[in-house]
């Protein structure tokens, strides 16, 4: 499967078992837990990735992005597995 048979270029949301999931969440929440990683981020930039991840967690479980993938860090692991 290619990126567009999932989502064509003329398109910025797909519907999953009922779940939008936008064009870019993947890629989003890769920048975000980066941000999280990362021990040098200001507390503004850590708060404003939790939000982001909370937000896009709906989206990416509807994709099975962690059905697929672990995450590797071990502290954002727990917290990601915490939120439900």
């Not at 499967?1 to 993947?26: E, F, N, Y």
């Amino acid at each position: 499967m290619r990126a567009q048979d999932m989502l064509p270029d003329h398109l910025d949301v797909a519907h999953i078992d009922g779940v939008a999931v936008r064009k870019g969440s993947v890629a989003a929440f890769l920048a975000n837990a980066r941000t999280l990683s990362n021990p040098h981020a200001d507390d503004e930039a850590r708060a404003q990735a939790e939000q982001h991840i909370r937000q896009a967690l709906p989206a990416l479980r509807a994709v099975g992005l962690f059905d697929v993938l672990e995450i590797r860090d071990p502290t954002l692991r727990g917290w990601i597995d915490s939120i439900g």
